[in-house]
């Protein structure tokens, strides 16, 4: 597993966040990037003391958005991390909370991960390096040779495969693992991606509208550790079901901008994979 290297990506890069103008279009302006980390939390308070001390130093800023959790996240996050900016989230869903996190966030690379353990932030100084060399979006993966998992059961991989070959097939990309939620983006890639679920699907759109618009995406391979204690959100059938509504969905609102034009294309993807499930 990677481990710290002590330094902040400002030290090894001096560079700038591609999506950044700049006065003279002839010159990259030069200055020092920083790194924020998003991380939603919901009744998380076991895992994210263990999580957050192994935060690497690459890391300049730290924001949990918690979804008013009704045991003490907030104050084990204070009292493990007192650096980190807490935010509560208003509305509902992961999606909402990622969006929350950017905005209070300041930093030219967002980084997002999971609160219960099973992301490891060791991995984020490789996926911080795959942007500055050049990438627009980077996915973590476990299915590339050096990733891995102690929590694919039969049924979550084999979901896993076909959720990604789905994708890849529909939209031209190249993903192996298309539902692992440890990504890396510049600022700007958030609002070039247009309107996005509130839901978890949002990591599902985020992929594959950076894969179709065109940018520069990459994988890193990163290992999935057991969660540690509370009770996994995930529900692989329905869970699965909706991902896959988002991947068809995403055919038609790939370009779009408007979120009442993708709540009605992803109506629309809803009633003909029904159809599908039901053998109509």
């Given amino acids: 597993m990677p481990t710290s290297t ?17 006065s003279d279009p002839g010159e990259r302006r030069q200055r020092l990037l920083t790194v924020s980390l998003i991380i ?23 924001v949990i958005v918690d979804a ?29 909370a990622l969006i929350q996190g950017v905005r209070a966030s300041h930093g030219d690379i967002i980084i997002t991960m999971d609160a219960d353990g099973s992301m490891a932030p060791e991995f984020i100084p490789e996926l911080a390096a795959l942007l500055i060399e050049g990438a627009d979006f980077v996915k973590g993966s476990r299915v590339l040779r050096g990733g891995g ?16 070959v789905a994708t890849n097939l529909l939209h031209g990309t190249r993903y192996t693992d298309i539902t692992y939620g440890l990504n890396a983006y510049w600022r700007h890639v958030v609002d070039d991606l247009g309107e996005l679920s509130s839901g978890f699907q949002f990591e ?12 520069h995406v990459a994988e890193a391979p990163c290992y999935e550790a057991a969660r540690i204690g ?4 995930l529900h692989p059938f329905r869970d699965g079901f909706a991902i896959l509504r988002s991947i068809v969905a ?3 609102v790939s370009e779009a901008t408007s979120l009442d034009e993708a709540t ?6 809803d009633i003909y994979m029904s159809r599908v499930m039901a053998g109509v």
């Fill in 149 to 164: 998992s102690a929590d694919f059961t039969l049924v979550r991989r084999l979901g896993n495969w076909a959720l990604t």
């Fill in 68 to 96: 008013n959790s009704n045991d003490n996240t907030l104050d084990v996050v204070a009292a493990v991390c007192p650096r980190a900016v807490r935010v509560t989230q208003h509305g509902r869903g992961k999606g909402d």
């Fill in 264 to 269: 009605e294309c992803a109506d629309e993807a």
């Fill in 40 to 62: 939603p939390t919901l009744n998380e308070a076991e895992s994210i003391a263990q999580v957050l001390p192994r935060v690497p130093d690459t890391v300049d800023e730290i």
């Fill in 230 to 233: 509370g009770k996994s959100k």
């Fill in 6 to 22: 002590g330094t902040t990506l400002a030290q090894r890069a001096e560079t700038v966040d591609p999506g950044v103008e700049t």
């Fill in 204 to 215: 599902i759109q985020a992929a594959i509208r950076a894969g179709r618009r065109g940018m």
């Fill in 250 to 252: 995403e055919m038609r």
